[in-house]
């Protein structure tokens, strides 16, 4: 379908991984990978780009090599630090010959630092210990988004009744999931839900259509109070689900590309 299909329902810890030496990165994702825990979701070379994509994006833990091009690991562990980037678990990996920066690195705010060479089951098995309790975390984070989603979505007039309640809960998960979605909302959002609902993707568009214009003629003065901004007509399918996504992302204090 040209993108890549989110698991339902699947809870894993994203990472960010700064390594400059690619073998050395295929070797951790490919080992990452076998788990059913972790999920490598960006990778970079340098300090500057890993501290950029960490103000972009939440990752639960970051494994940051020390000797980054650029601005080193050390200067990007101070950075969240001294910013307090969100609540990342901090694995350091010491690839220089000086093991004063092990120190160095746990004194800059890192939870546990890694010395090479080691195994890279060692790396996995460090990840599962520091997060062992963000799971349950995330459990959390995902009712209180489907509690937030039932909420906004009676609000504007589309009640549970309505056949297609379910497919725009359905959609706006999986944008905030990926975004990537809302670009290809025909040919790849409306095919997915219609999977999993074992129905056609014409039926989807049709029915969450049908909850808007329901909606829209019973709540329409209710749009501004809740998105913040004015419809001046009737929102299409795609309007309507951007807007609650980013609803949804701007409680969570997450941002939605």
Known sequence: ????????????????????????????????????????????????????????????????????????????????????????????????????????????????CLTEPFDTDILVSRITQLCSDLKEEQRYEVKNQCVRLSEIITKIGIRPGLKGYSYIKRAVTHVLENPNFLSGITKNLYPEIAMEFKTQPKCVERDIRHCINVSWYNAQSQYKNIFGFEFYKKPTNKELIHAIAEYISDAQGIELN
């Not at 979701?41 to 940051?64: C, H, P, W």
């Not at 690991?73 to 101070?78: P, Q």
Request: net charge neutral; proline share 0%; hydrophobic share 40%.
């Open 1 to 112: 379908m040209g993108y890549k299909k989110i698991a339902k329902n699947n809870l894993k810890i994203n990472l960010l991984l700064a390594c400059c030496d690619e073998i050395k990165q295929e070797q951790i994702k490919a080992c990452i990978a076998e788990t059913d825990s972790f999920i490598v979701t960006e990778s970079v070379s340098d300090g500057k780009s890993a501290l950029k994509e960490i103000e972009r994006k939440n990752f639960s833990a970051a494994v940051i090599y020390l000797g980054l091009f650029g601005n080193d690991g050390l200067w990007v562990i101070e950075q969240i630090k001294r910013n307090n980037y969100k609540n990342m678990r901090l694995i350091a990996v010491n690839d220089t010959e000086n093991l004063m920066f092990s120190k160095l690195a746990l004194s800059c705010g890192a939870d546990y």
